[in-house]
């Protein structure tokens, strides 16, 4: 089945269609409904199997920290690969047909029961060349509980049709962080602005993993540059000191 899967999206791209939902302006947050399939998010899980390492967190300018009181979770870092490349033209499409060469590396991350990653930011101050977006994308949690990508300083208000998408039951992620968690649906995936339109970050794209309770959750981190991505450059999350 991969195989045959690999060889269509070699000859051309399918074109998947998504929903999109606005849900914030400042910052930007938009949510998007089937961004990936169910046979794509099947086939990033399989890709990504043997290739789980700890996931990094980096601390100011230090890379490649490892400190699990933070962040739990383990990373793989896809190959290149015919289907991986047509999630990247989409990624770039939805952005506004920029260029693929802003993206890092896609990264599938995989949370067991208890693992999480502590509020942080996608950015952080001085970068050179900083992440000027996010996507995070749900592969799989049909039978978890918890594991929310929470927002801890969203104080918006929303209508009630957002609750398919967004814990609004007084659940322990909402009490443990506050602001908004959104729920982790197979597909499904959250968008975000991370900086300002002077290049300056947002600090309301502040966020956080919010442990496992039951199960496992696996996503997608996909990032884009405000210019050409580099290998080996400053790519791990920013965890904010407690000073700032």
Not at 16 to 21: F, L
Not at 139 to 162: I, K, M
Not at 221 to 232: D, K, L
Request: a negative charge; proline letters at 5%.
């Amino acid at each position: 089945m991969f195989n045959q899967m690999r060889t269509d999206y070699e000859v051309q791209c399918p074109v998947q269609k998504y929903q999109t939902h606005i849900f914030s302006t400042d910052p930007l947050m938009i949510y998007i409904e089937d961004y990936l399939s169910y046979e794509e998010t099947r086939y990033l899980l399989h890709l990504a199997d043997p290739l789980f390492i700890q996931s990094p967190v980096s601390k100011g300018y230090r890379l490649n920290e490892y400190d699990l009181s933070i962040r739990s979770s383990k990373s793989a870092v896809l190959p290149n690969d015919p289907i991986v490349a047509c999630i990247e033209k989409r990624t770039m499409d939805f952005q506004g047909y920029q260029s693929v060469n802003r993206l890092e590396d896609l990264q599938v991350v995989k949370y067991g029961i208890s693992d999480q990653f502590r509020p942080h930011f996608d950015w952080f101050g001085g970068m050179e060349n900083p992440r000027v977006s996010t996507i995070f994308a749900y592969l799989e949690c049909d039978d978890c509980v918890g594991g929310s990508t929470q927002f801890p300083h969203y104080r918006g208000a929303f209508p009630a049709n957002w609750c398919k998408f967004i814990n609004c039951e007084d659940n322990e992620d909402n009490r443990a962080a506050g602001g908004v968690g959104f729920k982790p649906i197979r597909g499904n995936a959250v968008f975000w602005r991370n900086l300002y339109e002077n290049g300056t970050g947002h600090p309301g794209v502040w966020h956080a993993g919010m442990p496992v309770h039951q199960g496992r959750k696996f996503g997608l981190n996909i990032f884009t540059r405000m210019q050409n991505a580099y290998v080996g450059d400053d790519t791990s999350s920013s965890v904010e000191d407690s000073s700032a």
